[in-house]
């Protein structure tokens, strides 16, 4: 342990054995104590304190004190740990600390207010916008944290009309603010999949400024739907943005597809730029998937200038966009066979390296599949994976399979498929069945599915089951309609009759010991039993009611109220006794990670200011060699890599307690690594790696530093060989 780490354990120590001292911590003896003791270290103790309570949730201790220190170190403390519980009490000490004079504090009382804005948006708004107004519109500190911004993100998630009104009046004003309140209309547009006229009219005429706002097309680009005169405005405006640079941009490029069919030859120009950012590119290609038969053409013509002369260039960054549009393509038009036929037909590399293999067959599966439209015996389709059951070529069965009825023949071929030993095949299989209600005897394959070892399995049978919950019985019920409002229910003209082993096997799913951070499996598992009426469960999901795991209580809550709890709300609960380990020997300083990948060296910079225990908890995982061998279990062109999975389909972990959100209002720039959730305080070993900008994802995910490198030369699959840890 470095002097650092033993320096922030024994600070910490000392704070813990305050508290269990006492339920409420007696400050005026922790100050005696320490009276002898340099401030700083005084601070620095508090501060530790502050992070404990912040990491147990535990805002009842909290108290005035804190948020009225003369310490501002304190203060900024008090009102991160507030804004990342933000709970009901979290609520009114945000509203005073929002009125403090540090701009620090101010940033983290903001953001905490719109966290907290359910149940609370009008009297958060207000205070928000009252602040605001004695704030003025200039930044008010350098990053990390900058109160206007946090402000501005603030009100977008509580997404009221006057939030939207404000936010539209700083940018129709412009300024200094401006820019944020655009980037913040793009939240709401995110969130709630609409603007006012008002608003987009706003933004277009502030992306069309004789200085223009770089974030102002950022809202189009979360919108599907719009009138005919916005679009033709949109068109016009995106377009001559183009000729922008960075972020103006990214956004005018994603934003092009929004402007309908008539934006897609210039979608194709970008796809097609071999000069353009690969991410670009990718977004082209998505943007040109949106835009029916137009785009469809002009991805099959523009497809054949993708294709590399040989497969040595398969790993470089064009394999991205060229994996883009294969993915944005519905079904082999005649400008596509020649090339579809070619990308199939690729030759792998014989004693070339394992990555290039593996390329080639993923290229060659996606043009059989979409070659083949519904024949599942497509000679190209058998012939694309030269491994026996491989994976490539089972994933590109089951999108051949999903296209049409899943009887006879193509029954036997999806059966397989549900029964593959490789269990990223079996989730694919499972996820098909709600589309196929023609799949005869259902509940013998769910059952068989949460009767699997791999919990993704497990999820995934229950996620099928809570939302399709007549699969469970050999008998349908004659008459089925939803539940509006609520996904996971079905209200039942007949009742249900689950078969007798898909409850055994559910029972038993749900009673079975799991790591600490399968939070994913657990609440799935309480749906599905809630969609069945599985009544025996009851007692078992009524403890997590009460669980420390706010996921874990929003899934259990909804369970009983599905099972006959109507009125109960799962709010309260005790906090964990301890804070998480990691904080007995924090990193305090940047640290490294060097990941030694099939894709070259590609590198991390972690910075423990915002995110402590994550980083912490990331750095102890590479120096344990938790992420040598593991796959890159995620690519999405254009958008995330994503890794940290030794079981490679996204719902592993590394079976350590699930750390606490320790979220921000900073923004996900482009390369910006962000720890991958499965809803609040799920955080576990799993990274994310963001290639271009993504304001949307602002305050939801935890930012926990930068990346470098070609990021965007990785593929899915790609194997991470080891990691080096260095503190910079």
Same mark, same amino acid.
């Given at each position: 342990?470095?002097?650092?780490?033993?320096?922030?354990?024994?600070?910490?120590?000392?704070?813990?054995? /305050?508290?269990?001292?006492?339920?409420?911590?007696?400050?005026?003896?922790?100050?005696a104590?320490?009276s002898?003791?340099?401030?700083?270290?005084?601070?620095?103790?508090?501060?530790?304190?502050?992070?404990?309570?912040?990491?147990?949730?535990?805002?009842?201790?909290?108290?005035?004190?804190?948020?009225?220190?003369?310490?501002?170190?304190?203060?900024?403390?008090?009102?991160r @740990?507030?804004?990342?519980?933000?709970?009901?009490?979290?609520?009114?000490?945000?509203?005073?600390?929002? @009125?403090?004079e540090?701009?620090?504090?101010?940033?983290?009382?903001?953001?905490?207010?719109?966290?907290?804005?359910q149940g609370?948006?009008?009297?958060?708004?207000?205070?928000?916008?009252?602040?605001?107004?004695?704030?003025?519109?200039?930044?008010?500190?350098?990053?990390?944290?900058?109160?206007?911004?946090?402000?501005?993100?603030?009100?977008?998630? /509580?997404g009221?009309?006057?939030a939207?009104?404000?936010?539209?009046?700083?940018?129709?004003?412009?300024?200094?603010r401006?820019?944020?309140?655009?980037?913040?209309?793009?939240?709401?547009?995110?969130?709630?999949?609409?603007?006012?006229?008002?608003?987009?009219?706003?933004?277009?005429?502030?992306?069309s400024?004789?200085e223009?706002?770089?974030?102002?097309?950022?809202?189009?680009?979360?919108?599907?739907e719009?009138?005919?005169?916005?679009?033709?405005?949109?068109l016009?405006?995106?377009?001559?943005?183009?000729?922008?640079?960075?972020?103006?941009?990214?956004?005018a490029?994603?934003?092009?597809?929004?402007?309908g069919?008539?934006?897609?030859?210039a979608?194709s120009?970008?796809?097609?730029?071999?000069?353009?950012?690969?991410?670009?590119r990718?977004?082209?290609?998505?943007?040109?998937?949106?835009?029916?038969?137009?785009?469809?053409?002009?991805?099959?013509?523009?497809?054949?200038?993708?294709?590399?002369?040989?497969?040595?260039?398969?790993?470089?960054?064009?394999?991205?966009?060229?994996?883009?549009?294969?993915?944005?393509?519905?079904?082999?038009?005649?400008p596509?066979?020649?090339?579809?036929?070619?990308?199939?037909?690729?030759?792998?590399?014989?004693?070339?390296?394992?990555?290039?293999?593996?390329?080639g067959?993923?290229?060659?599966?996606?043009?059989?599949?979409?070659?083949?439209?519904?024949?599942?015996?497509?000679?190209?389709?058998?012939?694309?994976?030269?491994?026996?059951?491989?994976?490539?070529g089972?994933l590109?069965?089951?999108?051949?399979?999903?296209?049409?009825?899943?009887?006879?023949?193509? $029954?036997?071929?999806?059966?397989?498929?549900?029964?593959?030993e490789?269990?990223?095949?079996?989730?694919?299989?499972?996820?098909?069945?709600?589309?196929?209600p023609?799949?005869?005897?259902?509940?013998?394959?769910?059952?068989?599915?949460?009767?699997?070892?791999?919990?993704?399995?497990?999820?995934?049978?229950?996620?099928?089951?809570?939302s399709?919950?007549d699969?469970?019985?050999?008998?349908r019920?004659?008459?089925?309609?939803?539940?509006?409002?609520?996904?996971?229910?079905?209200?039942?003209?007949?009742?249900?009759?689950?078969?007798?082993?898909l409850?055994d096997?559910?029972?038993?799913?749900?009673?079975?010991?799991?790591? @600490?951070?399968?939070?994913?499996?657990?609440a799935?598992?309480?749906?599905?039993a809630?969609?069945?009426?599985?009544?025996?469960?009851?007692?078992?999901?009524?403890?997590?009611c009460?669980?420390?795991?706010?996921?874990l209580?929003?899934r259990a809550?909804?369970?009983?109220?599905?099972?006959?709890?109507?009125?109960?709300?799962?709010?309260?609960?005790?906090?964990?006794?301890?804070?998480?380990?990691?904080?007995?020997?924090?990193?305090?300083?940047?640290?490294?990670?060097?990941?030694?990948?099939?894709?070259?060296?590609?590198?991390?910079?972690?910075d423990?200011?915002?995110?402590?225990?994550?980083?912490?908890?990331?750095?102890?995982?590479?120096?344990?060699? $938790?992420?040598?061998?593991?796959v890159?279990?995620?690519?999405?062109?254009? $958008?995330?890599?994503?890794?940290?999975?030794?079981?490679?389909?996204?719902?592993?972990?590394?079976?350590?307690?699930p750390?606490?959100?320790?979220?921000?209002?900073?923004?996900?720039?482009?390369?910006?690594?962000?720890?991958?959730?499965?809803?609040?305080?799920?955080?576990?070993?799993?990274?994310?790696?963001?290639?271009?900008t993504?304001?949307?994802?602002?305050g939801?995910?935890?930012?926990?530093?930068?990346?470098?490198?070609?990021?965007?030369?990785?593929?899915?699959?790609?194997?991470i060989?080891k990691?080096?840890?260095?503190e910079?």
């Open positions: 342990m470095g002097v650092k780490r033993a320096a922030a354990a024994a600070l910490l120590l000392a704070a813990s054995s /305050c508290r269990e001292s006492a339920p409420v911590p007696d400050l005026g003896a922790t100050s104590s320490a002898a003791a340099p401030k700083a270290a005084l601070v620095s103790a508090q501060r530790m304190e502050l992070a404990a309570i912040e990491h147990r949730r535990a805002s009842a201790l909290i108290v005035d004190e804190h948020i009225s220190s003369r310490n501002v170190e304190t203060r900024r403390a008090a009102a @740990a507030l804004a990342r519980i933000a709970d009901d009490r979290s609520v009114e000490l945000l509203q005073k600390l929002l @009125a403090d540090d701009s620090g504090v101010v940033a983290w009382a903001a953001y905490g207010l719109g966290y907290a804005c609370h948006a009008s009297e958060n708004v207000r205070a928000l916008v009252v602040r605001a107004a004695s704030l003025g519109p200039k930044p008010t500190a350098k990053k990390p944290v900058d109160a206007n911004r946090a402000i501005a993100f603030a009100l977008a998630r /509580c009221t009309r006057e939207e009104r404000t936010l539209r009046s700083w940018v129709s004003v412009g300024g200094p401006a820019e944020v309140a655009a980037l913040a209309l793009g939240r709401i547009a995110s969130a709630q999949k609409r603007l006012d006229d008002a608003s987009l009219i706003a933004l277009l005429d502030a992306a400024d004789d223009p706002l770089s974030g102002a097309l950022f809202a189009f680009t979360r919108l599907r719009l009138p005919p005169n916005i679009q033709r405005r949109l016009e405006v995106a377009t001559d943005s183009l000729e922008a640079s960075g972020q103006r941009r990214v956004f490029v994603r934003a092009l597809a929004s402007a069919e008539s934006a897609a030859e979608l120009e970008i796809l097609s730029d071999k000069k353009a950012d690969a991410s670009e990718s977004d082209a290609a998505h943007g040109l998937g949106r835009l029916g038969e137009t785009g469809q053409q002009l991805l099959g013509e523009k497809l054949a200038s993708l294709i590399p002369e040989d497969t040595s260039k398969l790993s470089t960054a064009n394999f991205g966009p060229l994996v883009a549009t294969l993915g944005a393509l519905k079904s082999p038009l005649q596509t066979l020649a090339a579809l036929q070619k990308i199939a037909d690729l030759e792998l590399p014989e004693g070339g390296s394992d990555t290039q293999r593996r390329r067959v993923t290229l060659r599966c996606q043009a059989a599949s979409i070659l083949a439209k519904k024949a599942t015996h497509s000679k190209r389709l058998a012939a694309c994976d030269p491994e026996d059951a491989g994976r490539q089972a590109a069965m089951a999108s051949v399979l999903d296209r049409g009825t899943i009887v006879g023949g193509r $029954f036997g071929q999806w059966k397989k498929l549900v029964e593959s490789d269990h990223v095949v079996r989730e694919r299989a499972l996820a098909l069945m709600p589309s196929h023609e799949i005869k005897t259902p509940h013998v394959f769910l059952t068989a599915g949460l009767q699997a070892e791999q919990a993704g399995v497990v999820a995934t049978a229950a996620n099928v089951l809570a399709y919950p699969r469970a019985s050999a008998r019920p004659r008459k089925l309609r939803r539940v509006a409002g609520d996904p996971a229910a079905t209200a039942h003209e007949e009742a249900l009759d689950p078969d007798r082993s409850v096997a559910l029972t038993a799913a749900f009673e079975k010991k799991r790591s @600490a951070d399968d939070i994913e499996v657990r799935e598992l309480m749906s599905a809630a969609a069945i009426q599985l009544l025996r469960l009851k007692p078992k999901i009524e403890p997590y009460k669980s420390a795991n706010p996921t209580r929003k809550q909804q369970a009983l109220r599905l099972l006959g709890n109507k009125s109960v709300t799962c709010n309260e609960f005790t906090p964990p006794k301890d804070p998480p380990p990691e904080l007995a020997h924090v990193v305090a300083t940047k640290t490294r990670l060097t990941f030694v990948t099939d894709s070259g060296e590609l590198s991390m910079l972690l423990p200011e915002l995110a402590p225990v994550a980083v912490t908890r990331t750095v102890d995982l590479a120096r344990d060699g $938790f992420y040598d061998g593991v890159i279990h995620r690519v999405v062109p254009g $958008f995330v890599v994503q890794l940290g999975d030794r079981l490679g389909d996204g719902y592993g972990g590394a079976g350590k307690e750390m606490a959100c320790e979220t921000s209002p900073v923004e996900f720039d482009r390369l910006t690594v962000g720890v991958a959730l499965g809803g609040r305080d799920t955080g576990s070993s799993q990274l994310f790696v963001t290639l271009a993504f304001p949307h994802l602002t939801d995910y935890p930012l926990i530093g930068t990346a470098t490198g070609d990021w965007a030369a990785v593929a899915q699959g790609d194997v060989q990691v080096r840890v260095e910079e």
